[in-house]
C-alpha cells in the first residue's frame, strides 16, 4: 500500500523509475524517494496509523516497500518519548525530553536505517549488502542482513571496538579491515548501504520524524537537537516534517533542527588515547555529499550546527544517570550539552519544547563511563559484609 511514485536526483531533478536498482543519479546526485501525497491524502489517516502495526511500518504508505513480503523488522521503531524535567533546569530549558533511539533493535537508531535498506535490497533482488561503518551503522547491518537471509560483508577501520567485531561476528557477518565497502558489491549485485549511497536508508531514518510528530500528538516539538554524523538524520527529518504537512497533518512551523557535532577532530574524552571522533563518528560535521542538502535542512527549519566539547560529556551522562534514571551514549549527552549552547546563541529558546535524541544506548560503550564510577571489587565487599555504601 506504498505510494511510492519515483526517485527524484537532487541535483539535476531527474525523475527516475521507483523499480531502479540505481544508487544515485547518473550526474553522481542523490536521490530522494517521492510519494503521491494527493493518493495517501485520500487513503490514509491519522486513525489508520493509531491502528497500526507497533513498529515503524505503521507508516508505511509513505514508505518504498511494495511487496509485503519484502519487509524485514526486528521491531524496529517506536522507541520512548520521555520527559526529562530535572536536567531540563540544568541546561536552561522549561520543556525537555529525550528520545531513546538506544531501545531499537541492535540498540541504536541505524535499526530504522538498515530495516529499510535491507528490504528494499532484498525487494530490488540484490544478492548481498555491505558497508564501511566503525560502529552503530554496522552492527544494524549485520542484524539485519541475518534477518532477511542476506550475507553481509562490512567493513571495520582498524580500531573498531573488539565488541563491534564480536556483534558483527555474532549476526554471521563477513569482516573486512579498510574504510571501503567495495568488498562484495563488485558488478552492481550487492548493495552499499553507507550513508547517501543508496536512496531508502533516508526513509528508514525519516520515521523518527513521523514518529516524534504522532508521540506530540501532531503538534511536532519546536526543536529536536541530534548527531550531525553523516547529516542523513538531519535531512530525514527535514524531509519527514515537510511530507507531515503536505499530508496535511501537521500545520505551523518545521521543528528546529540542531546538528550536534564535536569541537575539533582532535577532541578527546578524559581518560581515553583516541581522538574522540574516531570513537563517536555520530558526532562528525557531516559528509560532502550532502553539505547541501544540510544546509537546507538547517537553514530552512530556523536551526544550526552546534559544536560541543569532548570533556564534560561522560559527567553529562552520569547526571542522567543518576538524576534520570536514564544512561545515554556520549553522543546523548553532546545532544544535552548542545541545547545550553543553543539556548545561549539564540538558536532555541528557554520555552521551547525541546527534543534531545540519544542515539544508541548508553550501554554500548560502558567501559567509558566505568573509569568514573568507583567500583569496589567483589572481595573488598564481601570483607566489608557485602555493604558497598559508605555507612
Ligand atoms: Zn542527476
Redesign the pocket.
Known amino acids: 500500500m506504498t505510494t511510492f511514485t519515483h526517485l527524484e536526483?537532487i541535483?539535476?531533478r531527474?525523475r527516475h523509475e521507483a523499480t531502479s536498482r540505481q544508487a544515485r543519479?547518473?550526474?553522481g546526485?542523490v536521490l530522494l524517494v517521492r510519494y503521491d501525497f494527493e493518493l495517501a491524502r485520500a487513503s490514509w489517516s491519522r486513525d489508520w496509523v493509531r491502528n497500526g502495526p507497533v513498529n515503524l511500518w505503521r507508516y508505511a504508505p509513505v514508505l518504498p516497500v511494495r511487496q509485503a513480503d519484502s519487509i524485514v523488522s526486528l521491531g524496529e521503531g517506536m522507541t520512548p518519548l520521555l520527559l526529562v524535567s530535572r536536567v531540563a533546569g540544568e541546561v536552561g530549558a522549561a520543556r525537555l525530553w529525550i528520545k531513546q533511539e538506544g531501545a531499537n533493535p541492535t540498540g541504536s537508531w541505524k535499526a530504522r536505517r538498515m530495516a529499510l535498506a535491507v528490504s528494499m535490497a532484498r525487494e530490488l533482488g540484490f544478492r548481498g549488502v555491505t558497508i564501511a561503518s566503525p560502529g552503530n551503522a554496522a552492527i544494524a547491518l549485520a542484524a539485519y542482513a541475518a534477518a532477511a537471509g542476506l550475507p553481509a560483508t562490512i567493513a571495520l577501520p582498524s580500531n573498531a571496538q573488539p565488541s563491534t567485531r564480536a556483534e558483527c561476528l555474532l549476526y554471521g557477518a563477513r569482516l573486512v579491515e579498510g574504510s571501503g565497502a567495495e568488498a562484495g558489491a563488485e558488478a552492481g549485485a550487492w548493495r552499499d548501504v553507507g550513508p547517501w549511497r543508496e536512496p531508502y536508508a533516508l526513509e528508514g531514518a525519516k520515521t523518527l520524524g513521523y514518529e516524534l510528530a504522532e508521540q506530540f500528538n501532531w503538534e511536532p516539538p519546536d526543536a529536536i537537537v541530534c548527531p550531525c554524523g553523516s547529516g542523513l538524520g538531519l535531512v530525514a527529518l527535514w524531509k519527514a516534517f515537510t511530507e507531515l504537512r503536505e499530508l496535511g497533518w501537521t500545520a505551523g512551523r518545521l521543528p528546529k533542527l540542531v546538528g550536534v557535532t564535536l569541537e575539533g577532530p582532535g577532541s578527546r574524552v578524559a581518560g581515553f588515547a583516541p581522538p574522540v571522533l574516531a570513537l563517536f563518528p555520530e558526532l562528525a560535521q557531516g559528509t560532502p555529499e550532502a553539505e547541501e542538502l544540510v544546509r537546507c535542512a538547517l537553514d530552512e527549519t530556523g536551526g544550526a550546527r552546534i559544536e560541543v566539547g569532548a570533556a564534560e560529556l561522560a559527567e553529562i551522562a552520569l547526571k542522567m544517570a543518576s538524576r534520570e534514571g536514564i544512561l545515554p551514549s556520549l553522543e546523548g549527552a553532546a545532544c544535552i550539552q548542545a541545547v545550553t549552547h543553543a539556548i545561549r546563541q539564540g538558536i532555541l529558546v528557554r520555552e521551547d519544547r525541546i527534543v534531545v535524541v540519544n542515539p544508541v544506548t548508553g550501554l554500548r560503550r560502558l567501559d567509558l563511563y566505568l573509569r568514573r564510577v568507583d567500583v569496589p571489587e567483589s572481595g573488598q565487599a564481601a570483607r566489608q559484609g557485602g555493604l558497598i555504601t559508605p555507612r
Open positions: 536526483c541535483r539535476c531527474r543519479c547518473a550526474c546526485g
